[in-house]
């Protein structure tokens, strides 16, 4: 039972595109939500995270959208471009939580 | 350069023979743990461990053993590899107050016949 639900699997944009990622989760007592980015024969790095008090945060041009209620979250990639190529992880982690808890992933392609 | 490393990257094995992959970390962290990454499935956690010689079990431990002696070294151990243990590995650590940031190794992809 996957306690994070990530969608979509896969996504194809061109350069320039907006490539959504959503993620849901179940547990209430989940207290930080990051994003990790994957490239090819690399290991995650963390992206960037969020707290359930917030409703968004950006970096760049990657925006996090919460919807607390709702128990959503979303990553935004602005002006995607080829480099953003990756495959993208939501987490989620309890306050002084051992553990990540990982959505199973979203392969993103931005086209030239 | 602050780093996790792992080894070795590439493993392949047959069923029941023992083997050990090595992670290693030089940025004091107290937080290890290992996760198992496989299609569709996420990164699951296999074992972590808060500090030298305290580990614990993650959500999918059947199978493993670690062990942390030292603070940089966290050993995965499989004593009997099965087929089904075939997948993508990942060592991580994190400072104790920020386990939402962990810092992953490049991966060991073991296969095991």
């Known amino acids: 039972q996957q306690q994070v639900k990530q969608s979509p699997q896969s996504l194809i944009v061109q350069k320039g595109g907006i490539p959504i990622i959503n993620c849901a989760y179940e547990?209430?007592?989940?207290?930080?939500f990051p994003w990790y980015q994957q490239f090819p024969g690399k290991g995650p790095a963390l992206l960037i995270a969020?707290?359930?008090?917030?409703s968004e945060k950006k970096e760049g041009r990657f925006t996090i959208s919460f919807n607390k209620s709702a128990k959503q979250f979303s990553l935004h990639i602005m002006d995607s471009q080829p480099g953003d190529s990756a495959t993208y992880f939501c987490a989620a982690i309890k306050a002084a939580g051992n553990k990540l808890t990982f959505g199973g992933g979203t392969r993103v392609l931005v086209k030239p | 350069e602050a780093q996790v490393t792992q080894n070795p990257r590439y493993l392949i094995t047959v069923t029941g023979k023992k083997l050990t992959v090595t992670c290693s970390q030089n940025?004091?962290?107290?937080?290890m743990s290992w996760y198992r990454q496989d299609p569709g499935l996420g990164l699951r956690q296999i074992y972590y461990s808060m500090n030298v010689e305290v580990t614990d079990k993650g959500d999918v431990p059947e199978g493993y053993k670690v062990s942390r002696k030292e603070k940089r070294n966290f050993p995965l151990i499989l004593e009997s590899p099965s087929p089904n243990q075939t997948s993508l590995y990942f060592c991580a650590s994190s400072f104790s107050g920020g386990r939402y940031e962990q810092y992953f190794g490049p991966g060991t992809r073991l296969t095991v016949t």
């Open positions: 547990n209430t007592a989940f207290d930080y």
């Open positions: 940025m004091n962290h107290e937080y």
């Open positions: 969020i707290r359930p008090d917030v």
